[in-house]
């Protein structure tokens, strides 16, 4: 039962241009929602969260979305660099669960020059 | 600041056999998990420590892997016997406390059984 899902593996931008991932999940009962990026051969880091209170956060180039009626929320990356490239996760979290972390199963950024 | 150290950062093994692997997390992080990873998926929680005490292990295969913290900072997360399907990368993650949502990760150990 995936409560997180990221239904694109991968996704190729242009460089310069938004590149907008896409996180969708089934539990209402999450109240907190993170992204984290991964290089190869690292663990992950964080990058941004939300709190299921709010509908929008951004830092820098990153904003986040959350859509609570759709359970959706997205990444957008506005200008995309070269050094975006990278495996990006969703993962979401519930006070009644100990604030465990699921994750998604990650979308493969690649940005073209 | 030093961030969570973990070793090896690979290893091969045959099934059956045993393995343990390391961490040290964050000085000053009271919580600290044990994920895996497999391939093309997103970290599993196999256990999480709030100090040297266990909060959550649901998902420990518990015939088989065992972890402890000894102190409250350093772990160990021990398979035995490997089984093939325990191939995987495991991540160790560290947190102030329970209710903080950032995590940091270590590198991760890549193990192989064969």
């Known amino acids: 039962d995936q409560q997180v899902k990221q239904n694109s593996p991968s996704l190729s931008v242009q460089e310069g241009r938004i590149s907008i991932l896409n996180c969708d999940y089934t539990?209402?009962?999450?109240?907190?929602f993170l992204w984290y990026k991964k290089y190869p051969a690292e663990g992950p880091t964080f990058l941004i969260s939300?709190?299921?209170i709010k509908d929008k956060n951004e830092d820098g180039r990153f904003t986040v979305f959350l859509n609570k009626s759709a359970k959706h929320l997205s990444l957008h990356i506005v200008p995309s660099q070269p050094g975006d490239s990278a495996v990006y996760f969703c993962?979401?979290?519930?006070?009644?669960?100990?604030?465990?972390?699921?994750w998604g199963a990650g979308t493969k950024l690649i940005i073209k020059p | 600041e030093a961030g969570v150290a973990q070793s090896p950062r690979y290893k091969i093994i045959e099934k059956r056999q045993s393995v343990a692997f390391w961490c040290n997390p964050i000085s000053g992080h009271a919580t600290l998990y044990w994920y895996q990873q497999i391939l093309g998926q997103g970290p599993k929680l196999l256990i999480q420590?709030?100090?040297?005490?266990?909060?959550?292990d649901s998902q420990l295969p518990k015939d088989r892997f065992s972890a402890e913290r000894l102190k409250g900072v350093d772990s160990t997360l021990k398979i035995q016997p490997a089984k093939l399907e325990d191939s995987a990368v495991y991540l160790c993650a560290s947190s102030l406390d329970r209710v903080s949502t950032e995590a940091f990760f270590g590198q991760g150990t890549r193990l192989t059984v064969v």
């Open positions: 993962a979401a979290s519930e006070k009644g669960n100990n604030y465990q972390l699921i």
């Open positions: 939300i709190s299921s």
């Open positions: 539990n209402s009962m999450f109240d907190y």
């Open positions: 420590f709030q100090n040297n005490g266990v909060v959550d």
